[in-house]
């Protein structure tokens, strides 16, 4: 990645605050980018009731990927459940950067002496994305046969924490 984009974390413990600003933002990105969107509200929802972790990437003041993820109330694992980014900025490292970061942020003391791995699903139908994961270290632990509402399957997928 040769250019230089804005990160910033955001928790479920508010620090900073997630704003209407930010989420307008993410469900315009995920309606641009995802087949199985969430909209602004699903977004305002899922960010006042979980125990999330949410990365942001920006080029300069446009939003162009964003991870969001629950940890698990004994702080055992992280679920990631969304990774996105904006398909002019695909193939630059921005996936690999998210991922990256997310490691860094359950690499905190408080997180790591128990954070193990990372769980994700992936639709069948998304082999590039099943390939970028394999790539960035997740195995295939489980095939749900058709999970979801289009009748495919979801590959389950999990890597282990290297601090573990």
């Known amino acids: 990645m040769n250019k230089s984009y804005s990160l910033s974390i955001y928790n479920y413990m508010g620090q900073p605050d997630i704003n209407d600003s930010l989420t307008s933002e ?6 641009q980018e995802m087949e199985y969107l969430w909209n602004e509200k699903n ?5 006042r009731t979980n125990r999330y972790y949410l990365l942001t990437v920006k080029d300069e ?7 969001v993820g629950r940890i698990a109330t004994d702080f ?4 990631l459940d969304k990774i996105f980014v904006h398909n002019e900025y695909l193939r630059k490292g921005l996936g690999a950067y998210l991922l990256k970061s997310l490691e860094k942020v359950l690499k905190t003391k408080s997180i790591s002496e128990k954070c193990s791995c990372i769980y994700l ?4 139908k998304n082999p590039s994305a099943i390939s970028f994961y394999e790539i960035s270290g997740f195995s295939t632990y489980h095939i749900a046969e058709k999970y979801y509402s289009d009748g495919s399957d ?3 997928m999990q890597k282990s924490l290297p601090w573990t």
């Open 121 to 124: 699903e992936v639709s069948s």
């Open 76 to 79: 055992t694992f992280f679920e």
């Open 26 to 31: 993410l469900a315009f990105l995920d309606a």
């Open 61 to 67: 003041l446009k939003l162009v990927g964003s991870l």
């Open 154 to 156: 979801a590959v389950k």
């Open 43 to 47: 977004w305002g929802d899922y960010l």
